[in-house]
């Protein structure tokens, strides 16, 4: 069974910066690719960004590419997503997903598999 546990939410204040962390088991790690998505209250699930199944290529949405960056560990089955310089408008679920198959794109149809979520809040 195929799981991504997300963690690293919290309630940070503007200007602060995050690490979000996802664990992958059940499949093997370094043959999936991972995205990053968020879902602010009463919006549509937003894709943030991607990265390859070595971490050579990565792909961002292009509003979000200044303050994100991402990550994987593949010795650790884990993916990771640094926020900096958060803004209210941040504040969101943030979920990871794996796809087992690499699109330098963020459509949340191509992703096989979804974690359950970890909520960011951003106090101003």
């Known amino acids: 069974q195929v799981q991504l546990v997300e963690s690293g939410g919290g309630l940070v204040q503007a200007g602060k910066s995050l690490r979000l962390s996802c664990v992958v088991s059940?499949?093997?790690?370094?043959?999936?690719?991972i995205g990053w998505f968020r879902q602010a209250p009463g919006k549509e699930r937003e894709g943030v960004s991607c990265?390859?199944?070595?971490?050579?290529?990565?792909y961002y949405a292009d509003s979000l590419k200044d303050r994100f960056t991402i990550s994987r560990d593949n010795a650790k089955n884990t993916a990771f997503l640094v926020v900096n310089s958060l803004k209210p408008e941040d504040t969101a679920v943030y979920y990871c997903?794996?796809?087992?198959?690499?699109?330098?794109?963020?459509?949340?149809?191509?992703?096989?598999?979804w974690g359950q979520g970890t909520q960011v809040t951003v106090s101003s």
């Open positions: 990265i390859s199944t070595t971490g050579a290529s990565t």
């Open positions: 059940g499949i093997e790690f370094d043959l999936v690719a």
């Open positions: 997903a794996a796809s087992t198959r690499w699109n330098p794109r963020l459509t949340p149809g191509n992703y096989n598999y």
